[in-house]
C-alpha cells in the first residue's frame, strides 16, 4: 500500500520526488522520507506521521542532487515512527531502499546478516534489503567479473542476487552512493512503473505521481528489474535475461487529480458520480436500441467466447467492492438467472468453494492491485487450469485500471470508467462498479432470454436516466445533509438497515460512516433486526433506513417501525414526496424515484454525503482517514 517514487536526470531531485509522494499519499500516511545522492554520500531525511512534516523538514536545505527515491508509508511491520521510515539504509549507509509490501522470510535473513556483523535499526521487514545488497555487492566485487550474469553493472548484479533470496510481494526502488548514475527498481507481486523524460527517468508505484512530467510509461511486471541511468533504462529478469519493453503513453490530464475547489477529494469525487455513471453508459450501452433490435442493448467488447457455457459464478472482492459483488450478485441471479456466489477474497483464497464446470469468476478492485483479490484470481486460475477439459478457468476483472495486475491475471477485462479517484474512501468508483454489474446483468439476460425484450427495454430506458436523477441528488441534499450532520457530533454508534438489493448499500452505508468519520456503525438486513442487533437501539443510536417502492417496501417501513418504538431517531432514505415515508421518519433523505431494481444506483448518494459532512464536521481528515490506504497491496 505505502507509495514510491523515484529519480534520476538533471533537476533537483528532492522537489520532484516530494511533487510526487504527494500524489501518492494515498497510499499511506503513517510517514514518509526521501533519500538522494550528493557528493558521494547518501543524504535521508524522513519524518512521521503526514507528508507535510517531511515538507517542513526539507523546507530550507539545498539539496542539489539529481538523483533519488521517495516513499509514503504505511504501516505494517514496526510502528509509525520517525526511525522505521523509509528509506532504509545498510549498516554502513551506501545503499538505500524503498519498499512497497512485504518481504515474508525478513526474519530468516535477519538473522543470517546478523551473524554477519550486520546491525539493524528499525523493526521494519525492509531494512533487509539494502543490508542483504550490500552482503551480495561485496561478494560480485571479489568475484571475476567475467563470473556475474550481470557483469555490466556490479550493483545490479548484486541486487539481482539479493531479490532472488527475496520471498513475498514486493516493489523496491535502490540507489547506491558507490554507483550514483543508476536506480533500480524491482518488482514482485507489486506494482511499480518507470517513466521515461527528456534526458530523465522516473519510478513511481502508481502513473499520477508521474503525469505532470511525462506521459510515456513502462509498467514493469511480476520479476522483473528496471537499471534507470541518465542514458535510459534497461530491464531483466530475475535469472538476468535482457528483455525487451514497449512504453505506452498515457491520456491522463493531471488537472483531474487536483481538488477544482473542492473542499475534500471525496467532496469532488461525489459531485463527479453523474459524469462517471454516464460515461459507463455512454461506453457500454449501445445507442438508440429497442426491442425490435436484432443485437444486444449492451456492448461490453468480450468476445463471444466469454459468455459461452456460463452456468454459475462467483466473485472475489474486498471492502466497497465486495459491496459492489453484493449488488451483482443481485442481479445477476434475478435477471440473468444465474447462480452467483460472492466471496471476501481474502477468505476464498484459504477456503475455495469446491470446483464447479463452466463456471466464471469475477474479481473486483478499483486499483486493479488488491492483493487479496489478485491472489483470489491467480489461485482460481492455477487450481482450474490444473483440472483441464470442463474446469477451464475464465476469469473476467472489473477494475477502474486498465494498466494495472488484474490485466496480467484476468482473461478478460470491464473497464469502469471512472477516471482517477484520489479520496481513500471509495465513491465515484463504486457507482461505476454497480453500472458495470447492470449492464454485464443485462447483456447475459439478452443472450440468456430471462427477460421479455419490453422488460429489457424499459430497464434500459430507465437507466439512460440514472445521471440526471444523481444530479437531482446533489442539487437539494448537500446543504440539508450539512445541517442534519451537526445533530450527529458526538454520536457514537449507527445503524443502517436495508432488504434486497438495498442491503449491500445499508452495508455500504456503514463502512463509509465508519472509514471516514471514525463512529462505530453496522448494517443488516432489516428483517434481520429483530433476530438480535434490535437489543442496540436507545434514543441514541440512530437508524438509517433504505425503503424503495417495490417488492420490500412495506417490510422495510414495518422494521422501521420496531426501531422506532425502541426510541431510536430514524432517517429514511426514501422516494421524494412518499407520504407514508414521511410519517415513519424522523428525517428525510429523498431521492428520485425509481424502480427498485435500479434504486442502488440513487440510494448510495446521500449514505456518502452523511459520512462526509459528519467527518467534516468532527474535523477529521476526510480524504486520509486513520490506519487506511487506498491500494491495498499486501495481504
Same mark, same amino acid.
Given at each position: ?74 504501516? !505494517? ?35 543470517? =546478516? ?44 548484486? +541486487? ?25 527498481? %524491482? ?25 505532470? @512530467? !511525462? ?17 535510459? %533504462? ?6 538476468? #535475461? ?6 505506452? !503513453? ?75 459483488? =453484493? ?9 440473468? #438467472? ?36 489478485? *491472489? ?7 487450481? $482450474? ?23 496480467? +491475471? ?37 443472450? $440468456? $432470454? ?21 444530479? *437531482? ?7 440539508? %445533509? ?37 463512529? @462505530?456503525? #453496522? ?69 428520485? #424515484? ?12 446521500? =449514505? ?8 467534516? $464536521? ?9 490506519? =487506511? ?7
Amino acid at each position: 500500500m505505502c507509495g514510491i517514487v523515484g529519480y534520476i536526470g538533471t533537476q533537483a531531485a528532492s522537489g520532484i520526488l516530494l511533487e510526487g509522494l504527494r500524489k501518492l499519499e494515498y497510499r499511506g500516511y503513517d510517514s514518509a522520507g526521501i533519500a538522494t545522492l550528493w557528493n558521494g554520500e547518501i543524504h535521508r531525511v524522513r519524518a512521521k506521521g503526514k507528508l507535510q512534516n517531511l515538507q517542513e523538514k526539507l523546507e530550507g536545505l539545498h539539496l542539489p542532487a539529481t538523483v533519488g527515491i521517495g516513499h509514503t508509508r504505511w504501516a !505494517t511491520h514496526g510502528r509509525p515512527e520517525e526511525h522505521n521510515a523509509h528509506p532504509h539504509t545498510d549498516a554502513s549507509e551506501r545503499i538505500a531502499v524503498v519498499q512497497n509490501g512485504i518481504i515474508e522470510n525478513y526474519r530468516e535473513l535477519r538473522e543470517q =546478516l546478523k551473524a554477519k556483523g550486520y546491525v539493524f535499526y528499525s523493526e521494519t521487514d525492509t531494512e533487509v534489503v539494502p543490508n542483504l545488497i550490500a552482503d551480495c555487492l561485496q561478494q560480485v566485487l571479489a568475484e571475476p567479473a567475467a563470473t556475474n550474469v550481470l557483469p555490466k553493472s556490479a550493483f545490479l548484479e548484486a +541486487v539481482r542476487r539479493a531479490v532472488n533470496a527475496l520471498e513475498g510481494a514486493f516493489a523496491l526502488a535502490i540507489v547506491s552512493a558507490d554507483y550514483p548514475g543508476e536506480l533500480v527498481t %524491482v518488482r514482485q507481486q507489486a506494482p511499480l512503473s518507470i517513466g521515461f523524460g527528456q534526458g530523465e527517468y522516473f519510478c513511481a508505484s502508481d502513473t499520477p505521481a508521474m503525469v505532470a @512530467h !511525462t506521459r510515456t510509461v513502462l509498467t514493469l511486471e511480476n520479476g522483473e528489474i528496471g537499471r534507470l541511468t541518465p542514458t535510459g %533504462v534497461e530491464v531483466y529478469s530475475f535469472a538476468g #535475461e535482457r528483455l525487451r519493453k514497449t512504453p505506452k !503513453t498515457l491520456n491522463w490530464n493531471p488537472i483531474l487529480v487536483e481538488k477544482q475547489g473542492f473542499k475534500h477529494f471525496m467532496l469532488k469525487e461525489i459531485y463527479e458520480q453523474p459524469g462517471v455513471v454516464r460515461a459507463c453508459l455512454e461506453a457500454y450501452l449501445n445507442s438508440d436500441w429497442t426491442a425490435d433490435s436484432s443485437c444486444s442493448p449492451i456492448n461490453l467488447g468480450l468476445a463471444d467466447a466469454f459468455f459461452a457455457d456460463i452456468e454459475q459464478i462467483q466473485i472475489v472482492a474486498c471492502g466497497t467492492s465486495w459491496h459492489a459483488g =453484493l449488488v451483482g450478485k443481485y442481479l445477476l441471479e434475478q435477471i440473468a #438467472e444465474i447462480p452467483t456466489q460472492v466471496h471476501y477474497a481474502s477468505e476464498f483464497r484459504y477456503a475455495p468453494t469446491p470446483l464447479t464446470p463452466h463456471t466464471l469468476t469475477i474479481g473486483v478492485t478499483q486499483s486493479g492491485e488488491t492483493a487479496d483479490t489478485l *491472489s483470489a484470481l491467480d489461485m482460481e486460475k492455477r487450481r $482450474r487450469a490444473d483440472m483441464g477439459g470442463k474446469f477451464q478457468p475464465k476469469l473476467l476483472g472489473i477494475t477502474n485500471r486498465l494498466d494495472s495486475t488484474i490485466a496480467q +491475471v484476468a482473461d478478460y477485462l470491464l473497464n469502469t470508467h471512472a477516471g482517477i479517484e484520489i479520496g481513500v474512501a471509495a465513491t465515484k468508483t463504486f457507482t461505476a462498479q454497480l453500472v458495470a454489474f447492470y449492464c454485464l446483468a443485462l447483456d447475459l439476460a439478452y443472450r $440468456r $432470454r430471462t427477460l421479455p425484450l419490453e422488460r429489457l427495454e424499459q430497464i434500459v430506458l430507465e437507466l439512460r436516466q440514472i445521471p440526471a436523477q444523481v444530479e *437531482s441528488i446533489l442539487e437539494v441534499q448537500e446543504r440539508y %445533509v450539512e445541517q442534519l450532520a451537526h445533530e450527529f457530533e458526538e454520536t457514537q454508534d449507527f445503524i443502517f438497515i436495508g432488504r434486497g438489493i438495498n442491503f449491500p448499500i445499508a452495508l455500504e452505508g456503514a463502512l463509509k460512516l465508519k472509514e471516514i468519520s471514525y463512529i @462505530h456503525a #453496522e448494517g443488516y438486513p432489516a428483517g434481520e433486526m429483530k433476530h438480535g442487533p434490535i437489543a442496540l437501539l436507545d434514543a441514541k443510536v440512530p437508524v438509517v433506513a433504505i425503503a424503495m417502492p417495490g417488492l420490500v417496501f412495506e417490510k422495510v417501513l414495518s422494521n422501521a417501525q420496531e426501531a422506532k418504538a425502541r426510541d431510536a431517531r430514524l432517517i429514511g432514505v426514501t422516494p421524494m414526496d412518499d407520504h407514508e415515508a414521511q410519517e415513519v421518519f424522523d428525517d428525510l433523505l429523498p431521492v428520485p #424515484e425509481v424502480e427498485e431494481l435500479l434504486s442502488p444506483l440513487l440510494t448510495v448518494i446521500p =449514505l456518502q454525503f452523511l459520512a462526509y459532512h459528519i467527518a467534516a $464536521r468532527r474535523g477529521l481528515d476526510v480524504d486520509q482517514p486513520r490506519n =487506511l490506504a487506498k491500494s491495498v497491496t499486501v495481504e
